[in-house]
């Protein structure tokens, strides 16, 4: 019972912020997965894209209802995603994912500055 | 063009396991000046097709526990729906502020994310942490872990 109000409490969570703010949500699921779970990272990751799968799409149709959903930009964007995914996941293993986590998390944190004041 | 471009780019970070889709909503409200409310659904939309093909890939590495993703998917769900209504109550303004303390909060973590996981290392919780964003396995405290999967199981009845 105990595990199952976990489980209940990290969907709805995770599920919360992909409605909300229109981002995946594997940032909150897969440590969540890792740390409260004890699941290993790569099963964590796969398991949580099937997931954020039926989140989004309930997710998008809530937009797309609200008349927030602008499906040619969204196609422009998909179309340079798929390519850029491919050529993603070939660099993956030569280049070093450590900096550029630290370089974007900088990034973010401009970004998130610039959004909030 | 410049879409395509901002496309290409967070599709490379996202296949290189680095949180480009969080990136994505700024790109596209101060590169492109979409609405805050617009930003976040193109950010759902496209992530549909993407997952689709990267469920399929990790499904035949054996690495999607469908069960375990069911009961997770069940909270996420109802989430979600609270989530999107709150979103699209919201004045554009206001949820962008709250975008942006969110951003900030993940900004930190990836970038201090690193040595959280190497003091849970000297704790003894965590073996090779390094290893994480080769998408390596990190062997986890077993008794933690198989503790978890007994109660998962138990569950399932």
């Known amino acids: 019972m105990q595990n199952m109000a976990k489980l209940g409490f990290i969907g709805l969570i995770s599920g919360m912020v992909n409605g909300l703010l229109g981002i995946g949500g594997g940032t909150i699921l897969i440590p969540a997965m890792i740390f409260l779970l004890g699941e290993k990272q790569h099963k964590a990751h796969g398991t949580s894209l099937a997931i954020i799968l039926p989140t989004a799409l309930v997710s998008a149709l809530i937009y797309y209802f609200h008349s927030y959903l602008d499906l040619n930009l969204t196609l422009k964007v998909v179309s340079g995603a798929v390519i850029g995914g491919y050529i993603g996941a070939k660099l993956m293993s030569r280049i070093p994912a450590k900096s550029l986590k630290k370089l974007f998390g900088i990034f973010m944190i401009v970004a998130g500055l610039r959004m909030v004041f | ?157």
Do not use: C
């Open chain 2, 1 to 157: 063009m410049l879409i395509f471009v901002i496309g290409l780019l967070m599709g490379i970070l996202s296949g290189l396991a680095i949180g480009g889709g969080t990136l994505l909503v700024p790109a596209l409200i101060y590169l492109v000046g979409t609405e805050q409310h617009i930003a976040q659904g193109v950010s759902l939309a496209a992530f549909i097709p993407t997952a689709i093909v990267a469920v399929i890939t990790h499904h035949h590495q054996g690495n999607v526990k469908f069960r375990l993703a069911g009961y997770l998917a069940i909270g996420s769900i109802v989430g979600a729906v609270f989530g999107s209504l709150i979103a699209s109550s919201l004045d554009a303004q206001v949820l962008k502020k709250i975008f942006g303390i969110f951003l900030i909060g993940m900004g930190i973590y990836e970038y201090v994310g690193k040595s959280k996981l190497e003091r849970l290392k000297e704790k003894g919780g965590l073996k090779e942490p390094s290893s994480q964003q080769m998408g390596k396995v990190i062997p986890l405290h077993k008794p933690l872990r198989t503790k978890a999967k007994a109660e998962v199981k138990v569950k399932k009845k």
